[in-house]
Nanobody
């Protein structure tokens, strides 16, 4: 059974930085593509970033390119989302997700497991 637990959210001023973490428990972390999504109040959940199982490929939504960086540490079974130059519109609940990526098409179109989310609030 795969479990994902996000942490690192909080309140930050505009222009500041936060690093989100997602701890994976289960079997064979290093075959899973890991993604981050977010859902702002009154909006649909949207894709933010994804990193492939080997850490060699990444993809981002245009609105965060140059500001957010996704990375993973397979030894620690953890994926990170480093967020910089944060804006009010980045305020949302951030979710971690994964899907078995080894041998699969890229980028992912769906995910198999989801975390509970962590709140990020950016103040002006």
């Amino acid at each position: 059974q795969v479990q994902l637990v996000e942490s690192g959210g909080g309140l930050v001023q505009g222009g500041g930085s936060l690093r989100l973490s997602c701890a994976y428990s289960g079997r064979t972390f290093n075959i899973y593509d890991m993604g981050w999504f977010r859902q702002a109040p009154g909006k649909e959940r949207e894709f933010v970033a994804v990193i492939n199982w080997s850490g060699t490929d990444t993809d981002y939504v245009d609105s965060v390119k140059g500001r957010f960086t996704i990375s993973r540490d397979n030894a620690k079974n953890t994926v990170y989302l480093q967020m910089s130059s944060l804006k009010r519109e980045d305020t949302a609940i951030y979710y971690c997700a994964c899907r078995r990526g080894y041998g699969a098409n890229w980028p992912p179109r769906s995910y198999d497991y989801w975390g509970q989310g962590t709140q990020v609030t950016v103040s002006s």
